[in-house]
C-alpha cells in the first residue's frame, strides 16, 4: 500500500495504491474475494478520512 499527498488548486489529494493481488498466488476465486473484500474496506475507511479532514479543516 502506498500513501500520497498531492497538491490539487488550493488543497490536497490523497492517493491510496494497493498493490500485490496477483502476487499472493491465490486461486482466481480467492484474488476476487479478496480483492472485493479489501475495496470495500477502504471505501468506508477512505470515506471516514475525508469526513475526518473536513471536519479538521472546518475547525476554527
Known sequence: MTFELVPSGVGTLL???ETGFREKGWEIATLEAKYADHSRGWDTFLGNIVDYATRLA???
Open 58 to 60: 472546518s475547525t476554527p
Open 15 to 17: 492517493r491510496f495504491t
